[in-house]
């Protein structure tokens, strides 16, 4: 990572200071290797740490195809291809510095993922190759093989009258370099996505398994009868995905419906260009150039790997796993002490405001809410943003009987939510099927904000019930990811909400500032304000202060305030778990602040900023992280939190993470994560855990 600070390129337009800040893609290449010390950890229970192998191997393949795919699009085009604003390196230099780095992280993935699977070997959870198998397991891999796997398999051989086909982007195939007669020949066999991805041995005591692409890989030669296989590998093509639903596209833009211009997009992405080619087992150099001149590649997108090529098949090994040493113990999420159990949450929330807490607390009292509103006489309307949602989601069956009951609902769900748009909409057809009013966004800004408006007449007037918060409406997630979500029936934040569902019936991105913070016109500006506030203090020598939790920071604007804040002698706690491009501890640029980073069993995902200390304190939580994408390019919200319980809350969650010395690491002054310091005497802190034991600690106890 230390060529992060190297001289730029010279460009007229580059004039940004590079001195205190470093590249979006080493840093985030640096985070999914702090995913990777997960998988080396011994404090983490062994089966675990394969899921952190599959996880950083997901984020990985993610990688390649979102950031390296744009960065590839944008080096093709010279003319664009200027200096990045951070590390002065242009696209064709952060290739060229990811395709190093990634050298040495894949050949610590496949060292660790061996390591694990021997150790799990001695517990019963053993990955077979098809050649170490017993004869009766032969057998029965055979007698599987030949009624499941051998009626769809379809083997090919490339020639003039068979073309070379289109390998779509993560789908498994087997390449061969065939013999026949005195001609060399290229076969190919694909995985057939419709099988599954492994074959679990009839053996009750343990689990023992084989990969389906291993035992086609074992029959290859019987599949190509006639063929002599000189040399045969598992391939793997990952594709540029990052395609724009707003690029200009003659036949796209003429669609009228949203719906219609998404899935045209789809189809598009599945034939967007190679970006990587990944490989197992001997690949013939011949093979190799083959697959390199067809799929217009060059050497360093090569990747060769000593595992599995995809291994999402590691979490359906999960429910089989009988020694429950092997996982984290179990947590389910308990009910919250904000929320009286057993009584409607509608008359509690126009009492007090709440504040869930999710892994650690239940979504359960929001989802109540919704379903109590749907019938609820005096609620007229409910008006919700959808980004992701849980395939199998009571939040739309709560929608749609609102709707059936006669209340107005309105639903903006984002088409454009990345990998989730083919399930967004589905969705969208469902919601209108039972009478809910279905919106798509703005024209080139997505919709990412988490927003629910109840809105209800009674004697004495309107009421409002807003719910703002940091994650998706995504029952499953909510279990995962760490997030707040924030009920409440205040007046001015209702009535900004109102407004807000008003314009984006409208296509207007918000431009009128009171509670809410709404990008892209009002959040970044607001967060500077508040930035230059504490500066203000700092410099009449008044009490000052910044902490800010959030997934990512690439905002130029934002990085340069907060260090013209730092340089103002203002303290600043950062806690980022991703993305950071701002380097901490700099002298005269960003020497007081602080930044770590946690990983752990649940997904870090909550955004909150705080600024000010005591009564002068202002706390938001949103749905934005400090990336220019997020505060320049997409509907983002920010609520401001009055309740003094909900503020005493969150300085308790953001006291814990600071205390944090297992599972934290802070960045120092050279960009490199590194452990916190303690003593042999310190007690040892993980925030997850103690958060845990705080919340069975308060939670109310239920008959």
């Known amino acids: 990572m230390s060529k992060k600070h190297e001289s730029p390129k010279k460009h007229s337009q580059f004039t940004c200071d590079i001195s205190y800040t470093c590249s979006r893609e080493l840093s985030w290449l640096q985070f999914n290797s702090r995913v990777l010390e997960e998988a080396e950890s011994e404090t983490v229970p062994l089966f675990e740490r394969l899921k952190f192998v599959s996880i950083f191997d997901s984020n990985l393949n993610e990688f390649f195809m979102i950031r390296v795919g744009s960065l590839t699009d944008i080096a093709a085009i010279h003319s664009k291809d200027v200096p990045d604003n951070k590390c002065g390196w242009t696209a064709a230099q952060?290739?060229?510095?990811?395709?190093?780095?990634?050298?040495?992280?894949?050949?610590?993935?496949?060292?660790?993922?061996m390591s694990i699977c021997e150790e799990l070997a001695k517990y019963g959870v053993e990955q077979l190759s098809y050649s170490k198998l017993t004869a009766s397991e032969k057998r029965y891999i055979d007698r599987w093989y030949k009624t499941r796997a051998l009626p769809i398999l379809s083997p090919q051989v490339v020639d003039q009258h068979h073309p070379f086909p289109?390998?779509?982007?993560?789908?498994?195939?087997?390449?061969?370099?065939?013999?026949?007669?005195?001609?060399?020949?290229?076969?190919?066999?694909?995985?057939?996505?419709?099988?599954?991805?492994?074959?679990?041995?009839?053996?009750?005591?343990?689990?023992?398994?084989?990969?389906?692409?291993?035992?086609?890989?074992?029959?290859?030669?019987?599949?190509?009868?006639?063929?002599?296989?000189?040399?045969?590998?598992?391939?793997?093509?990952?594709?540029?995905?990052?395609?724009?639903?707003?690029?200009?596209?003659?036949?796209?833009?003429?669609?009228?419906?949203?719906?219609?211009?998404?899935k045209k997009l789809l189809k598009k992405r599945m034939r967007l260009a190679p970006v990587r080619l990944e490989y197992k087992g001997k690949l013939h150099n011949t093979t190799r150039d083959f697959l390199l001149s067809r799929l217009n590649l060059h050497p360093e997108q090569v990747y060769?790997?000593?595992?599995?090529?995809?291994?999402?098949?590691?979490?359906?090994?999960?429910?089989?796993?009988?020694d429950k040493s092997l996982l984290y113990?179990?947590?389910?999420?308990?009910?919250?002490?904000?929320?009286?159990?057993?009584?409607?949450?509608?008359?509690?929330?126009?009492?007090?405001?709440?504040?869930?807490?999710?892994?650690?607390?239940?979504?359960n009292p929001f989802l109540r809410l919704i379903r109590e509103a749907s019938a609820d006489p005096n609620t007229v309307s409910i008006k919700i943003t959808l980004y992701r949602v849980a395939s199998q989601s009571k939040l739309i069956s709560y929608l749609c009987d609102a709707a059936e009951n006669g209340k107005e609902v309105l639903v903006l769900v984002e088409l454009r939510a990345r990998f989730d748009e083919e399930n967004n909409l589905a969705l969208a057809e469902q919601l209108e099927h039972a009478g809910c009013r279905v919106i798509y966004g703005i024209e080139n800004l997505k919709v990412h904000s988490k927003i629910c408006l109840i809105t209800r007449q009674t004697d004495s007037g309107t009421q409002y019930i807003t719910q703002i918060g940091t994650g998706n409406y995504n029952e499953k997630t909510a279990k995962q990811y760490t997030d707040l979500s924030l009920i409440t029936a205040h007046d001015g934040i209702g009535a900004d909400a109102a407004r807000f569902f008003q314009s984006m019936a409208l296509g207007i991105a918000p431009t009128e500032k009171d509670e809410l913070l709404i990008a892209p016109h009002l959040l970044k500006s607001g967060i500077?304000?508040?930035?230059?506030?504490?500066?203000?203090?700092?410099?009449?020598?008044?009490?000052?202060?910044?902490?800010?939790?959030?997934?990512?920071?690439?905002?130029?604007?934002?990085?340069?305030?907060?260090?013209?804040?730092?340089?103002?002698?203002?303290?600043?706690?950062?806690?980022?778990?991703?993305?950071?491009?701002?380097?901490?501890?700099?002298?005269?640029?960003?020497?007081?602040?602080?930044?770590?980073?946690?990983?752990?069993?649940?997904?870090?995902?909550?955004?909150?900023?705080?600024?000010?200390?005591?009564?002068?304190?202002?706390?938001?939580i949103g749905s934005a992280d400090m990336m220019t994408r997020n505060t320049e390019k997409r509907i983002e919200i920010a609520c401001p939190v009055y309740d003094k319980k909900c503020i005493e809350k969150i300085h308790n969650i953001l006291d814990i993470y600071m205390s944090d010395n297992t599972q934290a690491r802070v960045h120092n002054s050279h960009g490199h994560l590194r452990h916190i310091k303690r003593k042999d005497t310190d007690e040892l802190i993980n925030s997850q855990q103690k958060l845990m034991?705080?919340?069975?600690?308060?939670?109310?106890?239920i008959l």
Not at 94 to 107: F, G, N
């Open 304 to 322: 060769e790997s000593q595992i599995p090529l995809q291994l999402g098949y590691v979490f359906s090994l999960e429910s089989m796993i009988a």
């Open 693 to 701: 034991d705080e919340t069975l600690k308060n939670s109310p106890y």
């Open 166 to 262: 289109h390998l779509p982007s993560g789908q498994l195939y087997i390449a061969a370099r065939l013999r026949f007669e005195e001609l060399s020949m290229f076969g190919l066999l694909p995985v057939p996505t419709a099988l599954p991805a492994f074959v679990r041995l009839p053996d009750e005591n343990s689990l023992r398994y084989v990969l389906t692409e291993d035992i086609l890989l074992s029959k290859l030669s019987s599949l190509f009868k006639g063929f002599r296989v000189q040399s045969k590998s598992i391939i793997c093509v990952t594709r540029n995905a990052d395609i724009n639903p707003d690029d200009d596209d003659d036949d796209i833009d003429i669609e009228p419906d949203m719906r219609q211009k998404m």
């Open 94 to 113: 952060q290739l060229e510095h990811i395709y190093e780095s990634c050298i040495p992280l894949v050949k610590r993935r496949d060292k660790v993922f």
């Open 329 to 363: 113990p179990s947590w389910t999420p308990q009910p919250s002490p904000m929320v009286i159990s057993g009584l409607p949450v509608l008359p509690q929330v126009l009492e007090h405001d709440i504040l869930l807490h999710y892994p650690y607390e239940r979504m």
């Open 528 to 620: 500077l304000e508040l930035i230059e506030c504490e500066i203000q203090k700092a410099i009449a020598c008044l009490p000052s202060r910044i902490i800010m939790k959030f997934n990512s920071l690439t905002d130029r604007d934002i990085i340069d305030k907060l260090s013209e804040a730092s340089c103002a002698g203002v303290p600043i706690e950062l806690i980022i778990r991703g993305i950071c491009c701002l380097v901490p501890g700099i002298p005269n640029k960003t020497e007081n602040i602080t930044i770590r980073s946690i990983v752990g069993r649940f997904l870090e995902h909550s955004r909150i900023f705080c600024f000010g200390i005591g009564d002068s304190e202002k706390i938001y």
